[in-house]
């Protein structure tokens, strides 16, 4: 450690430390523009200079490494007139566009131009104009209000791994571009418009929609996958018009991805359903709450006749309060059809129970595994989060094996990528072998004629011998035919190796459905009760025709049912084709209530704006159900009293060891879904669904 005086103030820091970061830290503002603490240093931008005493010019802030007893000074006279020549040369071409800019209000230049700007130019030659670049449906570009700070180049190289923006040129001639008019493609590219410090990169879905004095911001928890990123949700009126990042080191750190970030249009659109609607004799009418929830009610009632025929549908992307009611008020009817896994294709575990995905180790941890291996899955877009974490443990020194039945494109160097078309389980069978020959483990059930490859031993060895590993199974091993064996061998693996078993939970809520019991203890499964016989479903926030694993015979199920109530956002007429009533309910910015993220972390967040029309919370609509129903326990006043009812729930677990298998017949259908096909939100964001990976179809 070393004493450093900044202004007069002495700052203890470590010695090499660079002195913007200690600045920051004493909380003495330095100006700055190319410097971002989660990027390289560049020191391009120059607006960092400060007096250093000894040195005989001004040196730049953001690459200057604190030395003891050294005297810096950022409001001399000569600090300021360094920073202050430095405004300047950047003003001399910047357009004088702020009244049109969607970064006015928020804009890093303009802040900094109102302490280190004068009033009027000393430039009078024409400024320089440079040709907007087309970079997709995401980022809106105006390139003359570049000012080379270099953020987003850096950003593509070092966090997003896509070389996606590039420089050419030289001095003013210098421009910021994609190459040979390539659109910017990344999972994560949204970042770029957060990173730029004017408004060369904005949002184009939130282009021209609000100034940034007229937005109300709200905490939120991202709703589209399990990392429980930190988000503020920003409201003009009583509508959602854009989505940012809130930092939390320990989560999402500064970065959102684009999927959490441009969802919230799918809650402008227009095929919210914003009144209760009934089927009465083969027609459709709007109703009022009252008499739409009696004609479920009474249309529930007819077919309770037979319990064993009435299935309940939920997504995982529901809340903690929402599901907990939902499978109170089934239980309280005596209907144990109940289930969340709605594309899940093989249910083979369930006879030995039902195992609650996670993440074991901390999200800032898996930055610090040392050997990952990751079986069906392509997390880059699965959650693209977590895959930062992995490519940061992969850039220092981590091996990253892979085992899938495609080759996907990954943003980081991997050890092995072993791709076995139809034969996953084969493939993990041979690594699972290996792991117990290296072990010394003789008992090798159901895999006695398994050959064992040099790759898959290399892969078993990288685990074993590495002090820090992790086997992840991703979405494509949980919409395997053959899931139940990609999990007993996993399993097996990780026994044998040392590493942590990590079934991935996907959906934002799949770990808070599990510990809510939102699955078929005593009943039937998502895809048992698609056989067709079943008499009467509740679907609640689902589309079964694109939520399940088979649409198709999720749709014939429907058609077949005698009363299908949906719990919907949305209109459709594939709904209004088989539903009896479409009830409206709100989004995850309209409602209030709690996500279970991959590590197990509970995370509340309120209510941002109201529901659109006459649509309620999801949770109050379910109680008064309950209460109708005359069911005990369902006079709830607050969402925070249903969470008080399952804040202690257990995580359920399965004991591999009991589980036995037979690998020499395997099935190997899968399904691929793209990332923008999640949900019914995501399914309706325009500027998601216009990008290459919106176009992703099912494979098997």
Not at 125 to 138: C, Q, T, W, Y
Not at 158 to 166: F, P, S, W
Not at 174 to 182: A, C, H, L, V
Not at 601 to 608: G, I
Request: glycine letters at 6%; hydrophobic letters at 45%; aromatic letters at 6%.
């Amino acid at each position: 450690m070393v004493k450093v005086e900044i202004n007069g103030q002495v700052v203890e820091a470590r010695e090499g430390d660079m002195l913007i970061d200690v600045a920051d830290k004493a909380q003495i503002s330095i100006p700055r523009f190319c410097y971002h603490k989660k990027l390289s240093i560049a020191a391009n931008c120059r607006m960092c200079l400060v007096e250093v005493e000894g040195a005989w010019k001004p040196l730049p802030a953001c690459a200057t490494p604190v030395t003891d007893g050294m005297k810096v000074h950022t409001k001399s006279a000569k600090a300021i007139a360094a920073q202050k020549a430095v405004m300047e040369f950047l003003l001399i071409n910047h357009p004088l566009d702020c009244p049109i800019c969607d970064q006015g209000g928020e804009c890093e230049l303009q802040d900094v131009a109102m302490d280190y700007g004068d009033d009027v130019s000393r430039y009078t030659e024409a400024k320089r104009i440079v040709g907007d670049r087309n970079a997709g449906p995401l980022i809106q570009t105006d390139m003359t209000r570049c000012i080379h700070c270099t953020r987003c180049v850096r950003f593509g190289q070092e966090v997003a791994g896509m070389m996606e923006l590039g420089a050419t040129g030289r001095s003013e001639w210098m421009e910021i571009g994609t190459y040979i008019e390539k659109s910017i493609t990344s999972e994560m590219s949204g970042n770029m418009i957060d990173l730029c410090p004017v408004g060369a990169l904005t949002s184009k879905p939130f282009r021209y929609k609000a100034r940034a004095w007229e937005l109300k911001a709200h905490n939120g928890i991202a709703a589209h996958d399990s990392i429980g990123s930190h988000t503020l949700i920003h409201s003009k009126g009583n509508d959602v018009v854009r989505v940012v990042p809130r930092e939390n080191e320990a989560i999402n750190e500064v970065w959102l991805s684009d999927r959490d970030r441009f969802a919230y249009e799918g809650i402008n659109s227009a095929e919210r359903l914003l009144q209760p609607q009934i089927k009465k004799n083969g027609k459709w009418q709007a109703a009022d709450w009252e008499t739409a929830l009696a004609f479920v009610v009474d249309g529930l009632k007819a077919q309770l006749a037979n319990k064993d025929k009435v299935g309940v549908l939920a997504s995982a992307n529901s809340t903690v309060e929402e599901l907990q009611l939902l499978q109170k008020l089934a239980r309280g009817l005596g209907v144990e059809n109940i289930d969340h896994r709605l594309r899940q294709i093989d249910f083979a575990l369930d006879q030995h129970g039902f195992n609650t995905p996670a993440l074991l180790p901390a999200l800032d941890a898996v930055e610090k595994a040392k050997s990952i291996l990751m079986v069906g899955s392509y997390l880059r877009k699965e959650l693209p989060l977590l895959n930062h974490r992995i490519r940061k443990a992969a850039m220092a020194g981590a091996k990253v094996h892979i085992v899938n039945p495609e080759a996907f494109d990954f943003n980081y160097k991997l050890a092995s990528h072993l791709v076995a078309p139809a034969k996953l389980v084969t493939e993990l069978a041979g690594i699972a072998k290996a792991a117990l020959e290296i072990a010394g483990e003789t008992q090798q059930a159901g895999l006695e004629q398994v050959v064992v490859t040099d790759a898959q031993r290399a892969v078993a060895e990288s685990l074993k011998t590495s002090g820090n590993a992790m086997i992840q199974l991703g979405q494509i091993a949980q919409q395997h035919a053959s899931y139940g064996k990609l999990q007993k061998l996993a399993a097996m693996i990780a026994k044998a190796t040392g590493a942590s078993l990590n079934i991935l939970p996907i959906a934002a809520n799949e770990v808070g459905a599990h510990l809510v019991n939102v699955l078929p203890q005593k009943g039937r499964n998502a895809a048992e009760m698609l056989k067709g016989d079943m008499k009467a479903f509740i679907n609640f926030g689902i589309e079964p025709e694109l939520d399940c694993a088979n649409g198709e015979a999720a749709l014939k199920a429907m058609h077949a049912a005698d009363f299908v109530v949906n719990f919907t956002a949305f209109d459709s007429a594939e709904q209004r084709a088989y539903a009896n009533v479409l009830l409206p309910i709100a989004t995850f910015a309209e409602t209030a209530g709690t996500y279970v993220n991959a590590n197990g972390l509970k995370q509340s967040f309120k209510m941002a704006v109201e529901p659109k029309g006459d649509a309620k919370a999801a949770w109050k609509v379910l109680r008064v159900l309950g209460n109708m129903f005359d069911l005990q326990g369902f006079e709830q006043t607050h969402s925070n009293q249903v969470l008080a009812e399952v804040l202690d729930n257990p995580a359920c677990s399965v004991d591999f060891d009991a589980v036995t298998f037979d690998f020499s017949n395997n099935a190997e259908e899968y399904t691929l879904v793209s990332p923008y096909a999640v949900d019914a939100i995501v399914r309706r964001a325009p500027s998601l669904q216009a990008t290459p990976d919106a176009q992703w179809v099912k494979k098997g």
